[in-house]
């Protein structure tokens, strides 16, 4: 059997994190500790941040529990 | 040159091209090695950091679900997962948000376990059971999914993704989502999580490709999940049939586990049972057995190979847990009705 197809699952390394939330917008937002998870309501910081998502022509953000990440997901990476 | 000089030369071409044809065949286990190499570059190079990451999460997985899709049904994991690196010279808070991506963040290869278990989560979050899911309901959904995702990381050998996730994952699941999640983990442990709950829902899935979910249909399928436990709840040396009979699913499991029955009557009883299965239009039929009454499984696998109304699915052994909760050789033989 050879291949399957692939389903993509888009991913920022460390390395790259500060630069992408820069590009963003939302770096200094974070390290500021202005954001919240939209899943749980905890405060992010750089050690917490999970992920990255669009809502409402806005960027939102979820904290690194996979609890918070599982439902923003579902049909959207992976 | 002389024949030993020719024979010396060639034995080590002969195993290159055997290596290179065992990658060709085996893209997975070549993406692990390419990971583990560039494992050894990490620290010098973002790019061999990021290709360690990425290549030991995606062999993982991908090898995987091969296995499931060759040995059960191509459509339970139709889907391998790649991780697309995002750039930060290449998006924009524009782009970002006309695209409407998530993104999600992994970490140094040195927290691949973390890494592991979220890719495995996204994963199976998209990528397991595409068509049976809308007719899941959300309790049904949230128990598929953990099961599965906890089988990927058992099989893995990743114990340690396998702690996140049980941690971060199953903190707050209601009653009837754990007693979901607990009858599949005992399926599993039977051997019928793939061979029989997995293929069902495949076919299914496959029947319903395009028709709109319905509450009943989710109600059927919640119905089959419960159903399930009265596999796992058997009493050692009970002889149980049980059959699920309902509008969009017909299973029989022949459970043989009585030596007695055998001894008195050989396998007619459930021959029998079969052939009344049959004329009640039955469409999907499990013959298992475990540890010495796998020869009664199949001996009456040799009987129904002659009937023209079935046709032989599959059969799969393993070692699974026993009626007394030790290690034993367990068979699943799948049979499906000829309409």
């Not at chain 2, 293929?199 to 109600?219: F, H, V």
Request: aromatic fraction near 6%; include cysteine; hydrophobic fraction near 40%.
């Amino acid at each position: 059997m050879g291949r399957l197809p692939r389903k993509e699952l888009r991913a920022v390394h460390d390395n790259d994190l500060e630069a992408f939330l820069e590009r963003l917008g939302i770096l200094e937002a974070i390290k500021e500790k202005h954001l919240t998870c939209a899943s749980c309501g905890s405060i992010i910081s750089l050690e917490n941040f999970g992920g990255v998502f669009p809502i409402d022509n806005n960027v939102g953000v979820v904290c690194d529990r996979l609890e918070c990440m599982a439902p923003l997901l579902r049909n959207k990476g992976g | 040159m002389n024949v030993e000089s020719i024979v010396v030369a060639a034995v080590p071409s002969t195993s290159l091209l055997g290596v290179i044809i065992y990658l060709l065949k085996n893209p997975e286990k070549a993406e692990k090695w390419g990971a583990l190499f560039a494992r050894g570059f990490a620290g010098l190079s973002d790019a061999s950091e990021r290709r360690s990451v990425s290549g030991e999460i995606q062999s993982d997985i991908n090898t995987f679900a091969k296995d499931v899709t060759g040995k059960v049904d191509a459509s339970i994991l139709p889907y391998g997962i790649k991780i697309k690196w995002e750039k930060s010279d290449n998006v924009s808070y524009e782009s970002f948000v006309s695209e409407g991506q998530v993104v999600v963040r992994m970490r140094n290869h040195r927290n691949q376990a973390r890494n592991l278990a979220l890719a495995t989560v996204a994963y199976v979050q998209a990528g397991f059971l595409p068509d049976a899911r809308p007719h899941f309901d959300q309790e049904v959904s949230n128990a598929m999914d953990t099961a599965m995702a906890r089988k990927i990381l058992l099989d893995r050998r990743r114990s340690d993704a396998l702690s996140i996730f049980n941690k971060e994952m199953l903190t707050e699941q209601t009653p009837m989502a754990a007693r979901m999640s607990k009858i599949m983990q005992d399926l599993d442990a039977k051997g019928l999580f793939n061979e029989m709950l997995l293929r069902e829902m495949a076919d299914l899935g496959k029947r319903l490709t395009g028709i709109a979910p319905t509450e009943d249909s989710r109600k059927e399928i919640r119905d089959f999940v419960v159903f399930c436990e009265k596999l796992t709840e058997k009493e050692p040396g009970e002889d149980v049939s049980p059959d699920f009979k309902k509008k969009l699913l017909r299973v029989s499991i022949v459970l043989i586990a009585k030596s007695k029955t055998y001894a008195e009557r050989g396998v007619m009883p459930h021959l029998n049972w079969v052939d009344k299965c049959l004329k009640e239009e039955m469409d999907s039929i499990y013959i298992c057995a475990t540890g010495p009454h796998i020869r009664a499984a199949r001996e009456l696998d040799a009987l129904l190979q002659s009937y023209q109304s079935v046709r032989r699915i599959a059969e799969h052994s393993e070692k699974v847990l026993g009626q007394k909760g030790e290690i034993v050789n367990g068979i699943c033989i799948v049979y499906h009705r000829l309409a």
